[in-house]
């Protein structure tokens, strides 16, 4: 049984990436204005033709129409989107659980302003608060004739810190909200009374055990935000003018060039959350599927 899960586990990235090819030829299903399964089937042959020697693949530069080769151009891309992404999703975290900290160390009004706090930027759109972000940089080096932080890239200069503290934003305000309502259905059970009549601290219940009891749940609620911030690093990428795999990727959208930026970017996610699950299941010795 055992042997059958692991086969299983290892199919399945496998079975993505026959995916993410059979999509990226998705462009010859049609051959003039005509539905073709043989010239779909041609884009499929040539998209693996190429993921079988990347090294030599080639993009145009819309503006110049001068070839370049995509290697290490890509892989630039890759790590670029990857620091804003990872460092956005730590500083989420990080504010999220101060804030979970605050929230439980005030009265029942400052608790309904942050609801509310958090209601009010958990609607906000991503391109309101970019823009906010980037007039209070802009008026803070007019008013006191210091700039903070670049707030856009130019040339090799490629911004990292701004874009990853935009990106952070909505997702804090989401664990924060996500980690109040589950802790709310903890704070019940017979386990916290009874952690309460021994005395232990309310902070040590609060991240030593009720924490460790919604590991699971805040998981799988974190892997949609994670999904939600991919999305939403396109847009970021574009208004901070950064070189990113996502804003690669759809510029330069032929078939081969999308397959291998999709899998480029599959590969890290998949690492990543397979290393969450891992880790997960092992501090609540229950076993998850991420």
Not at 36 to 42: E, F, G, P, Q
Not at 54 to 59: E, F, R
Request: glycine share 4%; with cysteine.
């Amino acid at each position: 049984m055992k042997i059958w899960r692991f086969i299983k586990k290892g199919f399945e990235p496998l079975l993505i990436i026959v995916g993410i090819i059979f999509v990226s030829a998705s462009s010859g299903i049609f051959q003039e204005q005509k539905f073709s399964l043989l010239n779909y089937w041609k884009h499929v042959v040539w998209v693996l033709n190429d993921l079988a020697d990347p090294l030599h693949l080639v993009y145009m530069n819309p503006i110049s129409e001068i070839e370049r080769n995509l290697f290490p151009i890509l892989l630039l891309a890759l790590v670029s989107s990857a620091k804003i992404f990872f460092l956005a999703l730590a500083l989420a975290m990080i504010g999220s659980v101060l804030l979970l900290t605050l929230y439980f160390s005030v009265g029942k009004f400052f608790k309904r302003a942050l609801n509310s706090f958090a209601l009010v930027f958990g609607a906000l759109p991503d391109i309101f608060i970019i823009a906010i972000l980037q007039v209070f940089v802009i008026w803070y080096f007019k008013k006191f004739g210091i700039l903070v932080i670049d707030i856009a890239s130019v040339g090799e200069n490629q911004v990292v810190l701004l874009p990853a503290i935009a990106l952070s934003i909505l997702p804090m305000f989401f664990f924060l909200s996500s980690m109040v309502s589950f802790l709310k259905e903890e704070e019940g059970l017979s386990y916290v009374d009874l952690a309460k009549s021994k005395g232990i601290g309310r902070f040590r219940i609060l991240f030593v055990h009720m924490i460790r009891n919604i590991l699971i749940s805040l998981t799988y609620h974190g892997k949609q935000i994670i999904w939600m911030m991919l999305s939403n690093l396109l847009i970021l990428e574009y208004l901070f003018n950064v070189l990113g795999i996502t804003s690669f990727l759809f510029t330069y959208n032929t078939p081969s060039i999308f397959a291998v930026t999709a899998i480029l970017m599959f590969i890290p996610l998949y690492t990543f959350l397979k290393c969450i699950q891992i880790f997960i299941s092992s501090k609540v010795g229950k076993v998850m599927d991420l």
